[in-house]
Every structure is written in C-alpha cells, then in structure tokens.
C-alpha cells in the first residue's frame, strides 16, 4: 500500500447511532495543550513531522501504550486534507489491515483536541459495496456527526476554513469505552476530538479511495 492509499484509508469514519456510556471518559487529567496552526506549517507548506510530533504528545499525555511504536512505524502518517488549518482539520491513524480479498479493514484514528474529520461519505467502488463502519473510543472523547437534527452540542466552534461544506449535525459525544457505527450506508458523516483528543479504533468493510465523496470539494491529500 502507498502513502497515497495509506491517507485516502485515513479519511474515514464517523457518525454515531449507539448511546454514550462514560461522557468524557474517566480521565482526571488537566487537558493537553493547545495546539496552533503555526506550528504545523513551514512557508505555507504542512509540515508533516511537526503533526506527528503534536500526536506523540496525544500518545504520551493518554499512556497510550503503541505510542512509542509509531515513531519507527513507516505506516503512522498525519494530513490535513490540503485545508492548510491542521490544528482545526486534520487527523493522524495507522492502517492495521486493509483486505480486499475477505472484506475487512481496521484502523486506530487519532485526533487533537477539537480537530475534525472532513465530512465525507462511502459509495461502492472497486466492484465492492458501500465501506460500513464502526468506532470504538479507546482514549479521551469524540463528537460524530451525522444525519438529523442536533442532539448533543458539540465543546467546540465548527472550523471555519470549513464554514459551508458541512451539510450534517452533532449526533452523539463517545467517551472512554464507548462504540458506535454509521447509521446507513452511505451517509455523510465526520468525527472530531473531545476537550482531550481522542484515541479511536475503526472496525469497517474495506475501504476504497475510490469510493469516498468528500462535502468540501478542495479536500485532497
């Protein structure tokens, strides 16, 4: 798999349809820093190490205990959807296994505090149906948004390098614990880290870069 594929895998995944079980989680932590913009991007350019670095603070500050792992690992990688606002928009993640053969992907997401997602969707591709999903929440706490109304209001201000290309609402916050899974194939739909970040493990069908429809059509990778 190339870096190509490794980032459009990347994009995936959010929109909750199960119920919240521990809120923000058991944490007793302060709360990480805040990250800023300037320091992720050199001359206009994303600095993809300075990303990383940002995530190894998530991985240490949550005694995530594959942290030290992904510092050597050539498959952990970070992007910003071309969106130039990392600290806002942007994720980082470690594809564990991609098979388009039997079906079935796993993938750790791994998000700044308040960091989003684009909105995206799955649609068949590759003579595969619709990518299916699931999240599990392992470290802090996300917001999924997805179809419907409002109905938990998100801690955070929406990004606003993303102000009219997000078309769904805040459906549920997952804490530490928690799981949810998108509520129809094909649905737009995004995810964004809680007051702490968010260490979260994906469980889908496969994906194919093929078959994702971003909302914001200047999302690249």
């Known amino acids: 798999m190339n870096r190509r594929q490794m980032l459009g895998v990347g994009a995936a995944g959010l929109l909750a349809a199960a119920p919240c079980g521990s809120a923000m989680g058991a944490s007793k932590k302060s709360g990480l820093r805040k990250f800023t913009n300037e320091e992720f991007y050199k001359n206009g350019e994303f600095d993809a190490e300075a990303g990383k670095k940002a995530f190894y603070e998530l991985f240490e500050y949550h005694g995530y205990s594959l942290g030290d792992s992904l510092k050597e690992n050539a498959n952990f990688w970070v992007a910003d959807f071309k969106q130039k606002d990392f600290a806002r928009v942007g994720m980082g993640g470690i594809f564990w296994v991609n098979d388009k053969e039997h079906g079935y992907f796993a993938h750790e ?90 260490i979260v493990s994906e469980y889908a069908s496969y994906h194919s870069n093929d078959g994702l429809r971003f909302t914001n059509p200047t999302v690249a990778f």
């Open 109 to 198: 997401i791994y998000l700044l505090p308040g960091q989003m997602i684009v909105e995206h969707a799955h649609v068949p591709a590759e003579g595969k149906p619709a990518k299916h999903e699931a999240w599990h929440v392992r470290h802090g706490s996300i917001f999924n948004f997805g179809e419907g109304d409002e109905k938990v209001k998100c801690a955070f201000d929406l990004p606003k390098s993303q102000d009219g290309h997000i078309t769904t609402k805040c459906q549920a916050l997952l804490g530490l614990g928690d799981f949810a899974a998108l509520n129809r194939i094909e649905a737009p739909h995004f995810m964004m880290g809680g007051p702490e970040g968010a």
